[in-house]
């Protein structure tokens, strides 16, 4: 089981919704991470906090907002998607040194599957 | 039976066989590779982990090699179980990046 719970596991939403995806580790990680995923590819990076600071941004639409609360929370704040958008959104951790993720390994929540309509 | 990633995106082996994933990478910055193993519905699961200097690394039924002469990575699983199928990705880090990016992956069907 992982220990990077996401909530919700099902959203679904219209194009002038907001809403937003919730992430949380206590595994004591520094480094927090929001993937997009499609169907039948590879999770592909959007976001990476460290240390509760966005240390990247993968050129990501700014209807996709990311919001560190504190070291153990991640949010994705959601607002005027298309449909395009929709896809399995995952969340991930791991260890942090020297303000940028090393090379730990992460784990992954289970993610939230968006459907924009 | 054996892969490679980007030519052979399923791989069907027998129960009981050893199965071989391949991976190859194109950045020679890279330094650490994982594998994650990804079954339906779920979020990618770590697998095994290896640093770039190492060639080799064992965890439990799972071997990983790293051939960074020719930037190639792979998956060894023994004795193939029907709870292996699911889509397994390869993914790196670049020397000074803090982000990990995942290769385009392989699905293992077990045959009964």
């Known amino acids: 089981d992982t220990e990077v719970t996401q909530t919700p596991k099902h959203l679904v939403m219209g194009m002038t919704n907001k809403k937003s995806l919730k992430c949380e580790q206590h595994?004591?990680?520094?480094?927090m991470y929001w993937y997009k995923q499609k169907a039948k590819k590879p999770p592909e990076l959007m976001f990476v906090?460290?240390?509760?600071?966005?240390?990247i941004n993968e050129s990501v639409p700014s209807r996709f907002s990311p919001e560190c609360p504190n070291s153990s929370l991640l949010n994705l704040h959601l607002h005027a998607l298309q449909p395009e958008d929709s896809a399995l959104y995952l969340c991930?951790?791991?260890?942090?040194?020297?303000?940028?993720?090393?090379?730990?390994?992460?784990?992954f929540g289970e993610g939230s599957w968006l459907t924009v309509v | 039976g054996e892969s490679v990633g980007l030519h052979l995106p399923t791989l069907s082996v027998q129960e009981g066989d050893n199965s071989i994933i391949n991976c190859a990478y194109s950045?020679?910055?890279?330094?650490?590779f994982i594998w994650y193993k990804q079954e339906s519905g779920k979020g990618p699961q770590f697998i095994i982990d290896?640093?770039?200097?190492?060639d080799k690394r064992q965890g439990q039924r799972v071997t990983v090699l790293l051939n960074k002469t020719v930037k190639h990575l792979s998956l060894q699983i023994a004795a193939t179980q029907p709870g292996d199928s699911a889509v397994y990705f390869c993914?790196?880090?670049?020397?000074?990046?803090?982000?990990?990016?995942f290769g385009s992956g392989t699905r293992l069907s077990i045959q009964p």
């Open positions: 991930a951790s791991s260890h942090s040194r020297q303000g940028r993720a090393s090379g730990n390994t992460i784990y």
């Open positions: 595994m004591g990680h520094r480094a």
């Open positions: 906090y460290s240390y509760e600071k966005l240390s």
């Open positions: 950045n020679s910055a890279s330094d650490y």
């Open positions: 290896i640093r770039s200097n190492m």
């Open positions: 993914a790196e880090r670049a020397g000074n990046a803090s982000k990990i990016i």
